[in-house]
T-cell receptor, first 114, second 113 residues
Framework: AQSVTQPDIHITVSEGASLELRCNYS??????LFWYVQSPGQGLQLLLK????DTLVQGIKGFEAEFKRSQSSFNLRKPSVHWSDAAEYFC????????????WGAGTKLIIKP | DSGVTQTPKHLITATGQRVTLRCSPR?????VYWYQQSLDQGLQFLIQ???????AKGNILERFSAQQFPDLHSELNLSSLELGDSALYFC????????????FGPGTRLTVL
């Protein structure tokens, strides 16, 4: 069965430091991949998505993600985090054989140290 | 503000009861999606409607049902509520299909006592 794994439940980084959030998926074909962010008390917002083409995808708020087929990964990165980036981040995959409905990872909560 | 509205924001009810959650999509969006977010199950897709018709079904219990009306707003009906149904229920909308950017509402927090 398709699955999405976000191995880190929490990550703490200092403000200004770089960030990498990990996401691995289990799926036979190359899926459609997404990263969403959920700020406290709010709904989810799309950061970026990968469908095909360039494996380095740029998103909003200075985020980028790299698709690595050989590692079945789609890790999210940001070169320098800001306190406002504190939130929960969700990786999701849209497999063709589930009519492209999103299958979600468990989320990674990002904590920013001042 | 995503443009998706959900009412009510909070709902507290008792086991065995029935509730209705309401969602208004962004202007121009034809698809509405319902998701459940709970501590033990995480985020799960429940159901999608497109222009009034059911398009896809996920892990939606038989006690739950949804519909999308001609004005494109949607309602999620939860009946015979159990303690385990306590969760945050999100509605999202997109212009057409599931691969379009989905815009999420702020959610309805349901507490079943």
């Amino acid at each position: 069965a398709q699955s999405v794994t976000q191995p880190d439940i929490h990550i703490t980084v200092s403000e200004g430091a770089s960030l990498e959030l990990r996401c691995n998926y289990s799926y036979g074909a190359t899926p459609y991949l997404f990263w969403y962010v959920q700020s406290p008390g709010q709904g989810l917002q799309l950061l970026l998505k990968y469908f095909s083409g360039d494996t380095l995808v740029q998103g909003i708020k200075g985020f980028e993600a790299e698709f690595k087929r050989s590692q079945s990964s789609f890790n999210l990165r940001k070169p320098s985090v800001h306190w406002s980036d504190a939130a929960e981040y969700f990786c999701a995959v849209a497999p063709m054989d589930s009519n492209y409905q999103l299958i979600w990872g468990a989320g990674t909560k990002l904590i920013i140290k001042p | 503000d995503s443009g998706v509205t959900q009412t009510p924001k909070h709902l507290i009810t008792a086991t065995g009861q029935r509730v209705t959650l309401r969602c208004s999509p962004r202007s121009g969006d034809l698809s509405v999606y319902w998701y459940q977010q709970s501590l033990d199950q995480g985020l799960q897709f429940l159901i999608q409607y497109y222009n009034g018709e059911e398009r896809a079904k996920g892990n939606i219990l038989e006690r739950f049902s949804a519909q999308q009306f001609p004005d494109l707003h949607s309602e999620l009906n939860l009946s015979s509520l159990e303690l385990g149904d306590s969760a945050l229920y999100f509605c999202a909308s997109s212009h057409s299909g599931a691969l379009d950017t989905q815009y999420f509402g702020p959610g309805t927090r349901l507490t079943v006592l």
